[in-house]
C-alpha cells in the first residue's frame, strides 16, 4: 500500500465506483469548509473569552483601488534592462551591480555584467526540452498574456466558496475555448483535470486506472522509443498497484497478478515527433497530446481518445508555471484522479492558473479577430516559422554527411493553418552511422554538445536526442557544433 493510500484511508474514504464525481465534489466541498468552520469557530471562542467583543472589523476597501506604484515600475525597468539579447532582468532578479543596477541573468553560453561576452569553447546542452524559443515571442509582445496579481487573489484552497473542483473556471473556459480554436481535441461533454504540470498527471492517470482493479498489478508499458519520464516516474513511485513492464507484448510477463494493461503513448512523440495512433489495443491508453500544437505539427484530426493529456509547457512555453490538463471521459476514472491531486498537491496553485488563463485568452483573441497584414503574427506563426528553420538548418547539414541521419518526418495538410504544412519538430532524433559511433551521446559531448541518449528512451545507443526548443543562440551554437562535426573526416 502506498503512502497515498494509507493518507487517504485515514482522511477520507477513497472514492470507489460506485460514486459519481458531483457526489465526491459535495464530499470534499463540504470535508475543507467543516475543516474551516471548526478552526473559525474556536478562534472566536478564544477571542470572545479574551476580549468580550465582537473583534476588530475588517479595513474598508480603498475607494479607487491603484497598483503600487512600485509594482509596475519594477516590472517596466526589468522589461526596459538591456542585456545584449543574451539575457534578461526580471521583476525579482536579486543581484544587483556596484551602481545599484540589475544584474544581467544570461543565458547558457554568455557571460559579462551585460550578457555580451561569448563563453569560448561554451558545451551546448540540448538536453532539456526547456521551450525558451517562446520567450522571444512574449518580449515582442508585451501588450499579450500579462496577468497582475493583488495581495489578496484568491488566497484560498478552494478557488471560491463552496467550489466543486481546486480549478478556475476561466482557466477551464479558456482551455476548452484553446481547444476549439486549434481544433486538435474534442472537450465538450469532457471532465477536464488540471495538474501541476503533465508530469504530475501522468502518475495521477496512471495510479488511478491502477487503483479500478486493486487486486492486480497493473503493467505500464510503452513502445519504444519513449518519453524517458514514463519509466523513471513509474518505477521511481514502486507502488504496489502497478509495475513497469516496458514494450507491450512483455506485459504478461512482468508480474505474477497482472491486471489491465496501461499504455502510455507521446503523439506526437518525444523523441521522434511522429504521429502515434494504436489500433486494437489491449487496456488503457493514455494519450499524451504535449506536442500537438499547430506550431509542432499539423492538426490532422480533432481527437477524441478517452484519456489526453495536454500541458501549457509545449503551447505558449510557459514550462515554469507548471500547468497541464487533462481531458477524461470516464466519471470515475476523474473521481480517482481528482482524488489524487487533492492527496498529493491539495490542487493546482491558482496564480498559475490565472497566469495561463492570461497567456491562453491572448492567444485565442490575437486569432480570434480578422488578421490585416500589417497584424502582428501569433504565436503559432511564430513558433511555426522558427522551428521549421531550425529543422531546415539542421536537415542540410546532416544531408552534407554521411556521419549521421534524422528521424523521417511526412509533411501533412494543417487544419489549423489551412495548408501543406512544413516539418517542425521540437526534437532531432539522431542516428549515428559510423561503426565507431556506437555511443552518439558521446559522440555528441566530444563535440561540445550533450544529448539524451538512446538509451534513456529504450533505445540504441546509436540514436541521441538533440532539443530544438530553445533560445535561438542556443540553437545557433548546436548547428555550428554539428556542422563543424559533419565536416570532419
Ligand atoms: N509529456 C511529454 C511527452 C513531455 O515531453 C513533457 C515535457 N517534456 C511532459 C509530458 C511534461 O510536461 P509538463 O511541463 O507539463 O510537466
Not at 476588530?56 to 512600485?70: D, G, I, M, R
Not at 518519453?227 to 516496458?246: E, V
Not at 495561463?356 to 492567444?363: E, F, G, M
Not at 502582428?376 to 546532416?398: C, N, P
Request: contains cysteine.
Amino acid at each position: 500500500m502506498t503512502v497515498t493510500e494509507d493518507m487517504g484511508e485515514s482522511l477520507l474514504p477513497l472514492p470507489g465506483a460506485s460514486q459519481t464525481p458531483e457526489k465526491r465534489k459535495w464530499r470534499v466541498g463540504w470535508l475543507l469548509l467543516a475543516a474551516a468552520f471548526l478552526i473559525q469557530f474556536h478562534i472566536n471562542m478564544w477571542y470572545l473569552h479574551h476580549h468580550h467583543n465582537t473583534g476588530p472589523k475588517p479595513p474598508p476597501n480603498p475607494p479607487n483601488p491603484q497598483w503600487p506604484a512600485e509594482a509596475v515600475q519594477a516590472a517596466q525597468l526589468a522589461a526596459a534592462h538591456w542585456c545584449s539579447g543574451n539575457g534578461n532582468v526580471f521583476a525579482d532578479t536579486l543581484a544587483v551591480n556596484a551602481d545599484g543596477t540589475p544584474v544581467c541573468e544570461c543565458d547558457d553560453c554568455f557571460s559579462g555584467p551585460d550578457c555580451s561576452v561569448a563563453v569560448p569553447a561554451c558545451i551546448v546542452n540540448a538536453d532539456s526540452g526547456n521551450p525558451l524559443l517562446f520567450e522571444a515571442f512574449w518580449r515582442a509582445n508585451p501588450d499579450l498574456g500579462t496577468a497582475v496579481i493583488p495581495g489578496w487573489y484568491r488566497l484560498g484552497y478552494l478557488p471560491k466558496p463552496g467550489a466543486e473542483t481546486f480549478y478556475n473556471d476561466a482557466f477551464i473556459d479558456a482551455v476548452r475555448g484553446m481547444h476549439t480554436l486549434v481544433g486538435n481535441a474534442v472537450t465538450e461533454g469532457r471532465y477536464i483535470l488540471v495538474g501541476t504540470g503533465s508530469m504530475q498527471l501522468v502518475n495521477a492517470v496512471v495510479h488511478s486506472l491502477a487503483l479500478q482493479n486493486p487486486e492486480t498489478v497493473s503493467p505500464v508499458v510503452a513502445r519504444a522509443p519513449y518519453y524517458s519520464a514514463y519509466k523513471i516516474q513509474t518505477d521511481m513511485f514502486n507502488s504496489s498497484l502497478y509495475t513497469w513492464a516496458g514494450e507491450p507484448e512483455d506485459a504478461l510477463t512482468a508480474s505474477k497478478r497482472p491486471g489491465v494493461q496501461i499504455e502510455l503513448i507521446a503523439s506526437p512523440n518525444n523523441p521522434t515527433f511522429q504521429i502515434q495512433e494504436l489500433g486494437d489495443v489491449h487496456g488503457h491508453v493514455v494519450y499524451d497530446h504535449a506536442y500537438y500544437w499547430p506550431h509542432l505539427t499539423p492538426i490532422t484530426e480533432k481527437y477524441d481518445h478517452d484519456i489526453m493529456l495536454f500541458t501549457l509547457s509545449k503551447a505558449t512555453g510557459h514550462a515554469g508555471s507548471r500547468i497541464g490538463w487533462a481531458i477524461i471521459k470516464d466519471p470515475d476514472l476523474y473521481a480517482k484522479m481528482e482524488y489524487y491531486l487533492m492527496i498529493s498537491t491539495l490542487g493546482v496553485s491558482h496564480d498559475s492558473q490565472f497566469r495561463a488563463t492570461q497567456l491562453l485568452k491572448s492567444v485565442i483573441n490575437s486569432y480570434s479577430k480578422p488578421q490585416k497584414s500589417s497584424d502582428k503574427q501569433g504565436i503559432f506563426h511564430y513558433g511555426r516559422e522558427v522551428l521549421q528553420s531550425r529543422w531546415a538548418r539542421l536537415q542540410s547539414i546532416v544531408k552534407g554527411s554521411s556521419r549521421f541521419t534524422l528521424q523521417e518526418l511526412k509533411p501533412e495538410y494543417c487544419h489549423f493553418f489551412k495548408e501543406q504544412s512544413g516539418l517542425s519538430p521540437g526534437y532531432a532524433w539522431l542516428h549515428c552511422e559510423r561503426e565507431e559511433d556506437a555511443d552518439c551521446a558521446d559522440v555528441m559531448l566530444k563535440a561540445g554538445i550533450i544529448g539524451r541518449p538512446g538509451t534513456e528512451f529504450g533505445a540504441s545507443s546509436r540514436y541521441v536526442r538533440l532539443a530544438l526548443l530553445d533560445r535561438q543562440s542556443s540553437f545557433d551554437n548546436l548547428a555550428a557544433r554539428l556542422s563543424d562535426l559533419a565536416a570532419q573526416p
